[in-house]
């Protein structure tokens, strides 16, 4: 892996205004991640409805295997829509991506259960996540390429508003499920109240359409165009080493975006025994942090260095993860899960602030879209998608609730050698 600069700005002619790309690029991203946070949020009631067995784990397994499967098909966006991107503009792919995100949701919306189509329901709620899976893909690389190819200094900052939206996302989605949980019964949320997340989505997908015709694009400039042609062929046969150490960078803060955020709704009632409206009163706490401290976090690594804030970041989970998941099953009470989730929100964010930034400079221009999205997706795929699935598996095998903790705790030291190796073969030279 070779050590060249290859963070560089795209020139630009008459800007928008910042504050509209910044919406623009993170409107979808948000609108994405609330809809998976409502499928892991509700994924007890579709267990129930789309997948029915003798056993709930079985259910719950086969809820959250498609959720994993569905994951499969990230990396193929990431490539098909990153090379768009990278060949047509940062623009199209993301009106592309936002439209197929629309569809998917609509699915989910509208989709009947089980008991009223048999196995078409689960069939067609599979179809929609790998929609929306697919779109995802290239979601990510073409926004975050768009924010960090503006003319400015703050690349981690500008970029770190994609993590911020997932936070948003994560407080609306908390909200809706807080919501629902405290003002419907079971019966009402098993019989209309799990679609509403939904429905409120594709509420919000017009408006991010709209807003995204109106940013203007970047393309790579004249010096790339002749390299502009082949982004996945130049992506796979020269940047198979940036791609392994960008998704191994990404484990710790995915596994923990899937533990502490998605699947903790679901651990707090099966595991802890708690009202589901503790499970979500948490996650809103946890997305709160996210999407205010993300930005913060982003603007002090463009001042203070990125890698040496997501090693500290890495280092305190690693060393605080079995204490606090200890004793929330000791004491477990809203109190504490409050606590441990401001914990988690606070070391996320000090991740999430440089993160963006940090996988973009592994990738040049010409093929940014493409590298970014692909090994992000790959990142996602591999220590995100299947984590609830993997953590509820190691619980049913091993009938120990502190499972999860060791899960992340390996994803903790992963990510810190592979952040280890970026700083001294890359982040020195930028």
């Known amino acids: 892996m070779d050590s060249t600069v290859i963070e560089e700005d795209v020139r630009q002619t008459n800007p928008k205004p910042m504050r509209r790309l910044i919406i623009a690029t993170s409107i979808g991203n948000a609108l994405e991640w609330f809809d998976f946070a409502a ?43 990153g090379r768009y991107a990278d060949r047509r503009g940062r623009k199209a792919a993301l009106l592309m991506a936002l439209s197929l995100t629309t569809v998917g949701t609509l699915i989910c919306a509208v989709i009947p259960t089980y008991a009223q189509i048999g196995i078409a329901a689960p069939i067609g709620l599979l179809t929609a996540r790998m929609l929306i899976s697919f779109s995802t893909g290239g979601e990510f690389g073409s926004g975050t390429a768009l924010m960090i190819e503006q003319k400015s200094k703050r690349k981690a900052f500008l970029a770190s508003w994609q993590f911020s939206s997932q936070g948003m996302s994560t407080v609306l989605a908390s909200c809706a499920g807080l919501a629902l949980s405290t003002q419907l019964s079971p019966e009402q949320i098993e019989s209309w109240g799990w679609r509403a997340p939904f429905i409120f989505g594709l509420l919000v997908a017009p408006v991010g359409l709209y807003i995204r015709k109106h940013i203007d694009d970047t393309l790579p400039d004249a010096a790339h165009k002749a390299s502009s042609n082949t982004p996945v062929r130049d992506l796979l046969a020269h940047s198979k080493g940036r791609i392994l150490l960008a998704a191994g960078i990404m484990a710790v803060s995915t596994a923990a975006s899937y533990l502490m955020i998605l699947y903790m709704p679901t651990y707090a009632v099966k595991q802890l025994h708690l009202p589901a409206s503790t499970g979500f009163a948490a996650t809103v706490v ?98 995100g998608g299947f984590t609830p699935w993997l953590v509820t598996a190691m619980i049913g095998a091993t009938h120990d609730p502190l499972s999860p903790a060791f899960y992340l705790m390996a994803c903790a030291m992963l990510s810190l050698v592979c952040i280890a190796i970026y700083h001294y073969k890359i982040d020195k030279h930028i």
């Open 286 to 383: 946890t997305g709160t942090i996210l999407m205010l401290f993300t930005p913060l976090m982003g603007h002090l690594a463009d001042r203070y260095g990125r890698s040496r804030m997501m090693v500290l970041s890495a280092i305190i989970t690693l060393l605080t993860i079995y204490p606090c998941f200890a004793w929330l099953l000791a004491s477990p009470s809203l109190s504490v899960l409050l606590t441990i989730m401001t914990l988690a929100g606070a070391l996320k964010a000090i991740y999430f602030g440089p993160l963006a930034a940090v996988l973009s400079s592994l990738f040049p221009t010409h093929m940014r879209s493409t590298g970014l999205g692909f090994s992000y997706n790959i990142g996602v795929m591999v220590f």
């Open 39 to 81: 499928y892991g949020f509700f994924a007890v009631t579709l267990s129930k409805l789309f997948f029915p067995a003798h056993d709930e784990t079985v259910s719950l397994l086969m809820t959250f295997g498609t959720f994993g499967l569905s994951y499969i098909f990230r990396p193929l966006g990431a490539l098909l829509l």
